[in-house]
């Protein structure tokens, strides 16, 4: 079946089979959090996109991509994107990365603390880090290329279809967000780049970047 990105807890694990990539989303916890298997399709090694909840559903879809767990990205450092890290880093003894401003707010110690256009990468896939300041400090994204340029962004609760994340809390800055999603996604990245935030649907930016205005006209 084609990929949707629809997912929901409890439910099937939707695939997507790319140029050099496959990708696997699974949604846990009450809160629609999504968890994101990476399979370099070459050397079958994998990288894992936010240990959210339920340790025993992330080792199911780690065996289910036919490789062990080489890397767990933490996009960023909120509990409900981090309450089975522990269990996870524990069973694999995967390499852990997050974003330097929010690595020592992890309940596990980061061995590759990440900045702005560092490069993560496992088997022959090469992942860009982007840093969007605003919903916590060291809040990343990850943007893949394929070799036909097609573009895929893991934009954790940064941006979401109709808006960039939640900023009305004490140390977060819709302002500074709005600003690196512009700059940093907006006006880098195609209209036909297709991105995986941490809840819900995916979407593109050519269906979201209409809306821009919008969203920093109604400050949220």
């Given at each position: 079946?084609?990929?949707?990105?629809?997912?929901q807890?409890?439910g099937?694990?939707?695939?997507?089979?790319?140029?050099?990539?496959?990708?696997?989303?699974?949604?846990?916890?009450d809160?629609?959090?999504?968890?994101?298997?990476l399979?370099c399709?070459?050397?079958d090694?994998?990288?894992?996109?936010?240990?959210?909840?339920?340790?025993?559903?992330?080792?199911?879809?780690?065996?289910?991509?036919g490789g062990?767990?080489?890397?767990?990205?933490?996009t960023?450092?909120?509990w409900?994107?981090?309450r089975?890290?522990?269990e996870?880093?524990?069973?694999?003894g995967?390499r852990?990365?997050?974003?330097?401003?929010?690595?020592?707010?992890?309940?596990v110690?980061?061995?590759?603390?990440?900045?702005?256009?560092?490069?993560?990468?496992?088997?022959?896939?090469?992942l860009?880090?982007?840093h969007?300041?605003g919903?916590?400090p060291?809040?990343?994204?990850l943007a893949y290329r394929?070799s036909?340029?097609?573009?895929?962004l893991f934009?954790?609760?940064?941006?979401?279809?109709g808006?960039?994340?939640?900023t009305?809390y004490p140390?977060?800055?819709?302002?500074?967000?709005?600003?690196?999603?512009?700059?940093?996604v907006f006006?880098?990245?195609?209209?036909?780049?297709?991105?995986?935030?941490?809840?819900?649907?995916?979407?593109?930016l050519?269906?979201?970047r209409?809306?821009?205005?919008?969203?920093?006209?109604?400050?949220?």
């Amino acid at each position: 079946m084609a990929y949707t990105g629809k997912v929901q807890p409890g439910g099937p694990v939707d695939m997507r089979e790319l140029d050099r990539l496959t990708i696997r989303k699974l949604c846990v916890s009450d809160m629609h959090n999504n968890v994101y298997l990476l399979t370099c399709r070459a050397t079958d090694e994998q990288l894992l996109v936010d240990a959210a909840e339920e340790p025993d559903r992330i080792m199911q879809l780690v065996a289910s991509g036919g490789g062990g767990l080489h890397t767990v990205v933490t996009t960023h450092q909120h509990w409900d994107h981090v309450r089975a890290l522990s269990e996870v880093i524990a069973r694999t003894g995967a390499r852990t990365v997050a974003g330097r401003d929010d690595a020592d707010a992890l309940p596990v110690r980061v061995d590759v603390p990440v900045d702005h256009a560092d490069t993560v990468s496992f088997g022959d896939i090469d992942l860009d880090v982007i840093h969007l300041r605003g919903h916590t400090p060291g809040s990343i994204a990850l943007a893949y290329r394929g070799s036909d340029g097609w573009a895929h962004l893991f934009t954790g609760d940064s941006l979401f279809p109709g808006g960039v994340g939640a900023t009305h809390y004490p140390g977060q800055s819709f302002d500074s967000l709005i600003e690196d999603v512009s700059t940093r996604v907006f006006d880098v990245y195609d209209d036909d780049t297709w991105f995986y935030p941490g809840h819900g649907d995916d979407s593109t930016l050519g269906a979201e970047r209409p809306h821009l205005q919008e969203w920093r006209d109604r400050g949220w």
